[in-house]
């Protein structure tokens, strides 16, 4: 069964500077997507951003972007320019070809003014 | 266009009672996935149907838990009779298609506390 580790159950990071939340995977497959989701508080997850394994370019959307390491089943997320918004529980998860997605625990991000 | 809906927010029950969870998936959806976190773990999916059918529902925890989905529109998920370890946020998506990089989109999660 494929899983997905979250090591770091919180991260801070002062506003206008960069952050990487880490995420590592595992599974015996060849073809799958990955995703990172944001939950801010009281609110529902949305998708940042997504990267299907067959591609070797790293995905960026805006300020985030990832760094896939498909040998080492690594996939995190760098956020660049923080901002007072990017305050949330991320989600790493991991879909094979069809669903479901599996999470990892998640990391708390808090942004420091 | 509206996202998706879940009914009630919080809800707060005695063990032994019996709660009804509802979603409303992103119209036109045919694909709705239920989630489940318990404090401090991972989110675990619970099942997915495609329109009315059970697609897959590996991850009901047990006979107490019966989702339906009348109609191929929302969905009710029941818990009869709870247990204190059913607490946790529920969670419901949707998708329009299974394949590819088809992303499921989040309701808010409804949060049950079991005392």
């Known amino acids: ?113 | 266009e509206a996202g998706v809906t879940q009914f009630p927010s919080h809800s707060v029950i005695e063990k032994g009672q019996t709660v009804t969870l509802r979603c409303d998936p992103i119209s036109g959806h045919d694909n709705l996935y239920w989630y489940r976190r318990v404090m401090g773990k991972e989110i675990k999916f619970l099942l997915h149907f495609v329109k009315e059918s059970k697609q897959d529902e590996s991850g009901m925890p047990n006979n107490r838990f019966l989702a339906e989905r009348t109609g191929g529109t929302y969905s009710t998920l029941k818990v009869q009779p709870a247990e204190l370890e059913d607490s946790g946020v529920y969670f419901c998506a949707s998708s329009q298609y299974i394949t590819g990089e088809n992303e499921q989109f989040f309701g808010p999660g409804t949060r049950l506390t079991v005392l």
Do not use: H
């Open chain 1, 1 to 113: 069964a494929q899983t997905v580790t979250q090591s770091q159950p919180e991260m801070s990071v002062q506003e206008a500077e960069t952050v990487t939340l880490s995420c590592t995977y595992d599974t015996s497959e060849s073809d799958y997507y990955l995703f990172w989701y944001k939950q801010p508080p009281s609110r529902q997850m949305i998708l940042v951003i997504r990267q299907e394994a067959y591609k070797q370019q790293n995905a960026t959307e805006n300020r985030f972007s990832v760094n896939f390491q498909k040998a080492a089943k690594s996939f995190s997320l760098k956020i660049s320019d923080s901002q007072l918004g990017d305050a949330a529980m991320y989600f790493c998860a991991y879909r094979s070809i069809a669903p479901p997605l599996v999470f990892g625990k998640g990391t708390r991000l808090s942004v420091i003014a």
